[in-house]
């Protein structure tokens, strides 16, 4: 009886073991939303894109160009788009804040962003939202240039 419940338990535990070891790809899968570092991507860069990719881009994108997951869903007025130059040029990384803090409906603008400030508590945090979003139009001016560059 006990070499029966002993047969038992190795049999388990060797079917276990070649479960593992035959399909280690199982175990091993990077989740999708895996955190990519830049070789000299700043404290508050790095902080910023966490943030903003847990809050920010199921609406905003993750490349910031308003085309989030919830895009697909027809939100009107459509979310903004970071990487546009003209905007993140003009606007003061104060009235940011604001908005982040408050939600965008506070300024009479689309009800669907919700104030921020209570759950990301902290101000740096913010701040490092919009260091991030700083990068973010600066990429694609750089991009750019290196394509009109590429044509020339």
């Known amino acids: 009886m006990i070499q029966k419940k002993f047969g038992i ?3 388990a535990i060797l079917t276990v073991l070649a479960f593992y070891i035959y399909q280690p790809s199982a175990y091993s899968k990077t989740v999708k939303h895996t955190l990519k570092l830049q070789p000299k991507e700043s404290f508050d860069v790095r902080n910023g894109r966490i943030i903003y990719n847990e809050h920010c881009a199921p609406c905003h994108g993750v490349t910031g160009k308003g085309d989030g997951n919830y895009y697909a869903s027809g939100l009107k007025p459509k979310p ?3 990487t546009g130059p ?3 040029k003009q606007v003061k990384d104060e009235y940011l804040i604001e908005v982040i803090k408050s939600g965008t409906a506070a300024f009479g603008k689309s009800p669907f962003c ?3 400030g209570e759950t990301l508590g902290e101000e740096e945090k913010i701040r490092n939202i919009i260091v991030f979003l700083r ?3 600066k990429k694609i001016d750089i991009d750019d240039t290196a ?4 044509e020339d």
């Open 114 to 116: 919700p104030p921020w």
């Open 135 to 137: 990068t973010l139009y």
């Open 86 to 88: 003209k905007f993140m």
């Open 80 to 82: 903004r788009d970071f």
């Open 9 to 11: 338990c190795i049999c």
């Open 147 to 150: 394509a009109k560059k590429l």
